[in-house]
């Protein structure tokens, strides 16, 4: 095998983990998010920006806030998942470059002066950190139910501001019962391409 993670970690972390859409009675605590963070922090991204943003939604009433932006068919796994959050891409993230890159300060305003060239280069490195964080939760033995079915504008209103752009919203805990086999995906040859 081509690979140095051993067979059990490939496992836990790809090939027998699954989306969940149910889950076990059993919570979430924010050490086990902490240290979830404190991982897949140091995941790579273009010029180490940190976009990512992560809103846990704890109480009760945060919770029926989320599930009313929800689609129809997340709204009960919404309600029902020992933790929610919202993963957002942080579009004033420039700010920090001079900390996290500060062999080139200058990137701040060099690359990222202009409001669109920042939204989209948040876009782009918060989805990256966001598979992260799902790879990371999958390491320390939870589930991930990533969903983009929402009302995006009513998730960023109730929730965010107009420098936070939602990405989605992923129920956290340890796995529950599968309900359907695992769907299929692509072949290599499918996928990829030499030139």
Do not use: C, W
């Amino acid at each position: 095998m081509s690979l140095v993670l051993d067979a059990a970690a490939q496992d836990l972390l790809f090939r027998e983990a699954r989306t969940a859409n149910s889950f076990a009675d059993e919570p979430v605590t924010d050490e086990q998010i902490q240290a979830v963070y404190d991982l897949v922090k140091y995941g790579p991204t273009a010029f180490n920006q940190t976009p990512l943003r992560i809103t846990l939604v704890r109480s009760p009433e945060a919770r029926e806030r989320l599930v009313k932006h929800m689609a129809e068919g997340n709204q009960a796994k919404t309600a029902a998942a020992p933790l929610v959050a919202i993963l957002s891409a942080d579009n004033e993230f420039h700010e920090e470059l001079p900390t996290l890159f500060p062999h080139f300060p200058q990137a701040k305003d060099v690359f990222f002066a202009e409001r669109p060239v920042r939204e989209q280069s948040a876009t782009v490195n918060a989805a990256l950190q966001a598979a992260y964080f799902i790879v990371g939760l999958r390491a320390a033995g939870l589930a991930a139910g990533p969903m983009t079915g929402l009302d995006f504008a009513g998730v960023q209103k109730e929730f965010l501001d107009e420098d936070h752009t939602p990405l989605m919203v992923v129920n956290i805990g340890k796995p529950g019962e599968t309900g359907f086999p695992r769907s299929p995906r692509l072949a290599y040859d499918d996928v990829v391409t030499t030139v």
